[in-house]
């Protein structure tokens, strides 16, 4: 057994009363990789932070190949090779590729930016990455996501990395960039570099990593190699007790239709969209990201404009409407980008979930904040949202808690017909089976809902109906149970 | 498209007020201290009027720019208008300096360019760069108002009278003037006079000069007779401090400058009498003294004559509403006026230049 | 992996870029010139818009404006704002004259005395800055906050210094190079120390790490503190270095208003942060070139000399400065959105 590259003992960190870090212990080999798994909030980007020095912890040790390590900060942490990939790309949007991936490791003649050798450097961290393609002096912001993501690991290429932490970095990528980005992972690892990988998707940890952590409630709970334990056991691991079914169900029968689009078109997704929404049913539409789902439920709601064809809700055809409008006929969005669009990260609770239907708590427009946050409290308790009080910001609640809010909204607003855009991105197992527990409830109370989902297993788990959509044409609706995954795969591909 | 650039063209038009271009003669550039003071306007309008003459009278031809700060108080613009007005082909400037000394630099400035300043209204504390001053003597002024209150007084018997001088500011040159003027005056008409307060302050608005006036008024009540304020916002304050104690009419108010509640006061008795400027004539003669050094006339007689004064005015009750009076400020009447031209002989060569 | 994803869209090479508009600044300072040309034109004033004693005429009096515009640029790159240069200009008149009126009395040697007066002044002006920058940093107020706090203790200062009134230079005791500054010509030091200075901050801002930092603090402040990157250092010498610029012009201002006088700047800071925001800055930092900015000023000078020389109304000058200010903002938007 060779000696570990990094050795944490005891780490804990708090902040304030809240203790995200209580004891952690953890190992990685040189030349590993090794996965980080855990439920949102568990601990693991606190974990990082304190690895990576962008947190100081409170109490414990680190060693990093047999001398203690104690970054003082993220700089600190780079000259002793150690670098982090946030899961919120790190990017300056107005610098160059170049200035980019310097950020903080000029080099310099008294204070002058010795250019020419910067720029080789890049370039040779750009090819080591196999991205020749990207060019140094262009601005970042005309890059694409996965361009970016590119440019930050070459950041991170600059210093002689040891320890690299990539934090869900699949999340903005396709699927080509996410198997390039496997086979650099596997690259460095072959060259010593130990790598920590952090990923909700344990199909992506069996793809790429070695071992594994889990990690629970500030606590290193249990690890393993990869391959050796089942699937089910590291979601036991991670949610503290048997995930009964990873889908449930609840029984539901279809009623009336409620939501009828013909032919319907946008500005420039969807193209050609039909479909029948009936009351108590859960339609899913399936489809590889860009194909114009999003734009779909967006054109539907009336944040989008429809160029052609007809929105027809509750036996009354009203194409074009606003958001306004749409409320008022008893339809509801839960926005795919909950962080910039579904929620206000920085007001309350209580604020964001009664938001979209304030009147019940107002006399003459004046509010009555007692009401309000009643309303509020009995929501949150009902969805089973893990908080302190509904005065709390949202923000800092974890990823899936976060969802929860958004679904609070919606219950709130008491729609008849709700449009669910990735309902389960960036939210934990625990929390994911909760989710489709409600979904089934609402289907069951005669509810209409539709999911746009990039997780097959999810569509095909929870749906009574699925439809795909391929380059902005949604086919016909079939019963889940018609369709296999490669029949969807290949009706999303065009195949 | 050509209709749209027809479009334009008329959409433009407004702008494009004088066609003619600039084939005057001179270009007489006026900076005023501010551009909204009434005195301003009719400094203007006394320098068009100049222009007029001069072109009927001597086919002379005179373009008169009225160029100033648009708020009184900002120093740099003035500079910032001589500097480009300088550079960018004035015949000559009238310059009314917001203050006596910050604005030497840029007025030796166009000397050196070879553009004659003319200064008005308040003086310059470099004598050696300008070609003439025509203001209020205000000295004078504040003379003629002594001469004015102390007749007043004797017709009402008072031959001692107990007199109050409520001036206006620390190092304000003009009123400073008048106050000296006015001390002066009654020394010498009235030596037997008793000063009751020279030692307050009226400050620059009509509220700060009743603030002021309240307590003085108060204290001296039964005694004083006369008083003098050197300015209008000082006369109007004092006069509404002694309205509301009903001393109006008894106690015998001077003024200096006009406004329409001083001249209305005037008119009502409350105030026994002003004394006007003149800034239509300080305007007139001031370009006429400019263009004629620009003829080539010695304006100052080899440098010993710097200074021409535009008149003071008295106003009373009994004249408040002449044709003479009003032509002082009214356009319409100014308009009939009929300015008397001082004459300059030539320039001779070596003698009466400048520098 | 089951879930679904386009087989490949993006990372594929950055395609050459279609010819670029020519820049806002560029288009902004075309317009305009044509605009006046042709109303001046009209009139028959061609000749004197265009003249070379004009062309003195606006350098000369886009000299402040552009010396604080540099400041302000680093400023605004960095994500920040400064709302106190106009007061500091007039509190370095008043200091300026101040110190050199007592050295002068109490010593005597005029050239020493002034260029001793000079130092304070572009130091007090450096002070301020680093105030800015401390309070920004240390204190953590927003900049809009601190730097109104520093406006209100600069103005009243001034104020207070000068003793409410004007202060002119004693008699006979004006230094020479007062008048050098104040002469409105192309040998003028104040306009060479401008473009020196203009030189100095470009080369900063393009050649050295810390223009480097400046621009990263500016665009993604959070990245910049994970990279590595000293902020609060960043930030401070930012406000020092925009405090020292601001000092420099209240010098040239002093000989300019040919006084020390704490009215002096007033409006100075929208003035040139508009100069700057019309050369491509961008109020949320990370954007901002030498050379916008000093086109940014030229382009106010140019509107303010037509507006001023050829009689049109004052109040087209407010309007078009304005109505030129919200075009550019919008063209510089419509371009990035259509990348």
Known sequence: MTSPRLRMTGIRKSYGPTAALRGVELELLPGEVHALVGENGAGKSTLMKVLSGAEQPDAGAMELDGTAYRPDGPQDARRRGVAMIYQELAICPDLTVEANVLLGLESAAAGFLRKGTDRGRVRRALAELGHEEIRPEDPVADLTPAARQVVEIARALLTDVTLLVLDEPTSALTQEDAHRLFDLVRRLKGQGVTVVYISHFLEEIEAVADRFTVLRDGQAVGSGVVGQVPHDRIIELMVGRAVDEQYPRTPHTAGGPVLELTNLAGEVLPQNASLTLHRGEILGIAGIVGSGRTELLRAVYGLDPVRRGSVKVHAVVNSAATPVERIGQGIGLLSEDRKEEGLALEQSLSDNITLSRLSPFSTWGVLSRGRLREAAESLLRQLNVRHRDPDQMVGELSGGNQQKVAFARLLHQDADVLLLDEPTKGVDVGSKAEIYRLIGRLAAGGKAVLVVSSYLPELLGICDTIAVMCRGVLTPARPADQWTPEQIIAAATGG | ?355 | MTSLSPPDTTASPAAPRPSSLPAGPWVGFAAVLALFTLLIGIRGGLATFLSVGNLEVLIHEGTIPAIVGLGMLLVLISGGIDLSVGAVVALVTVVTMRVYTTLYQQWGPVAQSSLIAVGVGVAVGGLCGLMNGLLVTRVSLPPFVATLGMFGIARGLAVWLAERTTLAFPDGATPGWVAALAKTSFANPGLWSLVLLALLIAGLLHLTVLGRHIYAVGSNEATARLCGVNVPRTKVLVYTLSGLLTGWAGIVMFAHSNSGNPTLGEQLELDVITAVVIGGASLGGGKGTVVGAVLGVAILGLIKNGVSLFNVPVEMQYILIGVLLLANVALNRWRRDRR
């Open chain 2, 1 to 355: 498209m050509p209709r749209t650039v027809y479009y334009l063209l008329v959409a433009l038009c407004p702008f494009a007020g004088g066609c003619g271009g600039p084939s005057d003669e001179f270009t007489i550039v006026v900076v005023p201290k501010g551009m909204t003071h009434e005195h301003w306007q009719s400094v203007r309008r006394g320098a068009e009027r100049c222009a007029a003459d001069l072109a009927a009278e001597e086919g002379v031809r005179v373009r008169v720019i009225f160029d100033g700060p648009l708020r009184e108080r900002d120093a740099m613009e003035q500079i910032r208008i001589i500097d480009r007005r300088v550079a960018t082909g004035a015949s000559g400037v009238l310059l009314a300096p917001q203050h006596s000394k910050t604005m030497t630099a840029c007025v030796e400035r166009a000397a050196a360019a070879g553009v004659p300043v003319v200064i008005i209204d308040s003086g310059l504390a470099d004598p050696y760069h300008y070609v003439k001053y025509v203001a209020t003597d205000n000295y004078h002024g504040g003379r003629l108002a002594a001469e004015h209150l102390i007749r007043e007084l004797k017709k009402q018997g008072k031959e001692k009278p107990r007199l109050i001088l409520f001036r206006y500011a620390v190092g304000s040159e003009s009123t400073e003037q008048r106050e000296k003027g006015f001390e002066d005056g009654v020394k010498q008409l009235c030596p037997e006079a008793e000063w009751l307060s020279t030692d307050k302050y009226a400050g620059a608005t009509r509220d700060s000069a009743m603030r002021e006036a309240g307590p003085l008024v108060l204290q001296f009540k039964d005694q004083v007779d006369g008083i003098f304020a050197p300015n209008e916002s000082s006369a109007t304050g004092m006069v509404d401090v002694l309205r509301s104690q009903g001393l109006n009419k008894k106690v015998l108010v001077m003024g200096f400058d006009a406004s329409k509640p001083l001249l209305q006061a005037i008119q009502e008795g409350d105030i026994v009498g002003s004394i006007l400027q003149d800034p239509y004539r300080m305007g007139y003669l001031s370009t006429w003294c400019c263009v004629r050094y620009l003829l080539g006339e010695d304006v100052n007689e080899g440098r010993t004559q710097m200074e021409l004064s535009t008149g003071e005015v008295l106003v009373t009750r009994e004249n408040v509403t002449a044709d003479s009076t009003l032509g002082l400020f009214n356009p319409d009447y100014q308009g009939r006026r009929v300015i008397e031209k001082p004459r300059f002989p030539k320039r001779v060569a070596g003698r009466g230049g400048e520098r």
